[in-house]
């Protein structure tokens, strides 16, 4: 009983983690107590989830960048010459803060 609640405990912690990462919280990280057998994969884990956090704030850093060169490209009425290409920036933008919390 001592060794199921010693391996139950982590992987039930874990889940719930990893369900905040599956609904888009790539700010996440698993924490589990020193003895608990699980650490390493916790440790892991969390190794993956900074990779995946650094490389979704670039993509969003870069298309934030994208969008300030379109509208340096607009004209003085506002209206920029590649509309379509900044509307889509726009959504890409709109998808990434809504599907991730960075």
């Known amino acids: 009983l001592y060794i199921s609640h010693k391996i139950a405990g982590p992987l039930y912690r874990m889940e719930q983690d990893l369900k905040a990462v599956a ?3 790539l700010t996440k990280r698993i ?8 650490g390493e994969l916790a440790t892991s884990m969390n ?5 995946m956090h650094t490389n979704v ?3 969003g850093q870069r298309m934030e960048q ?3 060169d379109l509208e340096s490209m ?3 009425n506002g209206n920029c010459s590649t509309e379509e290409t ?5 959504r890409l ?3 990434l803060t809504d599907r991730f919390l960075l």
Do not use: F, V, W
């Open 23 to 25: 609904s888009g919280d």
């Open 31 to 38: 924490h589990l107590r020193g003895k608990d057998q699980m």
């Open 47 to 51: 190794s993956m989830l900074d990779s």
């Open 57 to 59: 704030a670039a993509i």
């Open 66 to 68: 994208a969008i300030l």
């Open 74 to 76: 607009s004209d003085t």
């Open 86 to 90: 900044r509307k889509r920036l726009e």
């Open 93 to 95: 933008r709109k998808d």
